[in-house]
C-alpha cells in the first residue's frame, strides 16, 4: 500500500496515515483503508486497531484539490467508496481507537467518530464537521453519526455552523474522550484499547454491534439518494466557486 502503512503488534492492528503532509483522502487512500479494515476484521490474530495520523495533522479530510479536478464518473466513484468505507468501520465489531495527534476537520472527523474512542493530542488543532462552509451537503447518515456521539440537539446547532472545536472544547462537548501530550498518545491508546480486549470477546462484540445497530442500518441503507444530492451541489456553480477559493488559497500558502 502507497498512503496506509500497517503494523501488528501485541495483536492490535496499527494503522498509519502516510499520505502528503496532511494525510488529505483521495480515492486511493479510501480505497487502501477500506482494504485494511475488511483485513483487520477477518484476521484472528487481530483484537483491535488503533489509527494515528502524522504531527500537526491526524487527516485533513477529503483532498479538496484532487477532487476539485476529478470528472463526473470518478467523483461518483469516490462518493460511493467513501460511503462505503464508512459503512464497513461503523460496522467493525473489534474495538477501534483513534489517535489524533493534530488537526481532524470534515472527512478525518468522520473517521475518528466511526471509532469507540478518541485521543486528541493538545496543541493548536481542531476537529468537527464543517462540510456545509465548504459548500457540501451534510448527508442524514453523517449527522445520525454525529448526533451518536454529541447528542441531537448539540450536533444539529454545530454541522449547521459547521463549527470547528480546539481539543479541550471538543473533549468537553464528547467528540473526543481524551486530551494528552502527542509524545504519550500512542500509550493512552493502546491502554485504552488494552480496556476493551480484557473482557470476554464474543460479549464485548456483540455488545458493541447491539449499541451501534441503528448506526449499522442506516448506513447499510441505499446511499444514492443522499450522494446523487450531494453530487448535484458539488457540481453547483456556488461550490464550485467556494472550493477553488479554498485551492487557491492552499496553493498560495505552499
Same mark, same amino acid.
Given at each position: 500500500?502507497?498512503?496506509?502503512?500497517?503494523?501488528?503488534d501485541q495483536r492490535i492492528s496499527h494503522i498509519y496515515l502516510d499520505r502528503g503532509r496532511s494525510n488529505a483522502l483521495d480515492q486511493q487512500m479510501i480505497e487502501e483503508l477500506q482494504q485494511t479494515i475488511i483485513?483487520?476484521?477477518?484476521?484472528?490474530?487481530? %483484537?483491535?486497531?488503533?489509527?494515528?495520523?502524522?504531527?500537526? $495533522? =491526524?487527516?485533513?479530510?477529503?483532498? !479538496? &484539490? /484532487?477532487?476539485?479536478?476529478?470528472? %463526473?464518473?470518478?467523483?461518483?466513484?469516490?462518493?460511493?467508496? $467513501? =460511503?462505503?468505507?464508512?459503512?464497513? !468501520? &461503523? /460496522?467493525?465489531?473489534?474495538?477501534?481507537?483513534?489517535?489524533?495527534?493534530?488537526?481532524?476537520?470534515?472527512?478525518?472527523?468522520?473517521?475518528?467518530?466511526?471509532?469507540?474512542?478518541?485521543?486528541?493530542?493538545?496543541?493548536?488543532?481542531?476537529?468537527?464537521?464543517?462540510?456545509?462552509?465548504?459548500?457540501?451537503?451534510?448527508?442524514?447518515?453523517?449527522?445520525?453519526?454525529?448526533?451518536?456521539?454529541?447528542?441531537?440537539?448539540?450536533?444539529?446547532?454545530?454541522?449547521?455552523?459547521?463549527?470547528?472545536?480546539?481539543?479541550?472544547?471538543?473533549?468537553?462537548?464528547?467528540?473526543?474522550?481524551?486530551?494528552?501530550?502527542?509524545?504519550?498518545?500512542?500509550?493512552?491508546?493502546?491502554?485504552?484499547?488494552?480496556?476493551?480486549?480484557?473482557?470476554?470477546?464474543?460479549?464485548?462484540?456483540?455488545?458493541?454491534?447491539?449499541?451501534?445497530?441503528?448506526?449499522?442500518?442506516?448506513?447499510?441503507?441505499?446511499?444514492?439518494?443522499?450522494?446523487?444530492?450531494?453530487?448535484?451541489?458539488?457540481?453547483?456553480?456556488?461550490?464550485?466557486?467556494?472550493?477553488?477559493?479554498?485551492?487557491?488559497?492552499?496553493?498560495?500558502k505552499k
Open positions: 500500500m502507497d498512503f496506509v502503512k500497517v503494523t501488528v483485513e483487520a476484521g477477518g484476521n484472528p490474530a487481530v %483484537e483491535g486497531i488503533i489509527f494515528y495520523g502524522k504531527e500537526d $495533522f =491526524f487527516s485533513a479530510g477529503l483532498d !479538496l &484539490v /484532487a477532487l476539485y479536478d476529478y470528472n %463526473e464518473e470518478e467523483v461518483r466513484r469516490f462518493w460511493h467508496t $467513501f =460511503f462505503g468505507f464508512i459503512r464497513t !468501520l &461503523v /460496522a467493525f465489531d473489534k474495538p477501534a481507537v483513534a489517535a489524533i495527534s493534530g488537526h481532524s476537520p470534515a472527512g478525518g472527523c468522520v473517521l475518528a467518530i466511526c471509532c469507540d474512542y478518541r485521543i486528541m493530542a493538545q496543541g493548536d488543532y481542531v476537529i468537527g464537521l464543517n462540510e456545509i462552509p465548504v459548500g457540501i451537503i451534510v448527508p442524514e447518515s453523517i449527522s445520525q453519526l454525529y448526533s451518536f456521539w454529541l447528542g441531537h440537539a448539540p450536533a444539529y446547532r454545530y454541522l449547521l455552523e459547521g463549527k470547528l472545536f480546539n481539543p479541550r472544547d471538543a473533549m468537553e462537548v464528547g467528540l473526543v474522550d481524551e486530551v494528552v501530550d502527542a509524545k504519550s498518545i500512542r500509550t493512552v491508546a493502546e491502554r485504552q484499547i488494552g480496556k476493551y480486549t480484557q473482557y470476554e470477546r464474543n460479549a464485548w462484540r456483540q455488545s458493541k454491534r447491539n449499541i451501534r445497530q441503528s448506526l449499522i442500518t442506516r448506513f447499510e441503507a441505499d446511499q444514492t439518494d443522499a450522494i446523487e444530492s450531494l453530487l448535484k451541489q458539488w457540481w453547483s456553480p456556488a461550490t464550485r466557486a467556494i472550493l477553488k477559493a479554498i485551492i487557491d488559497n492552499l496553493k498560495s
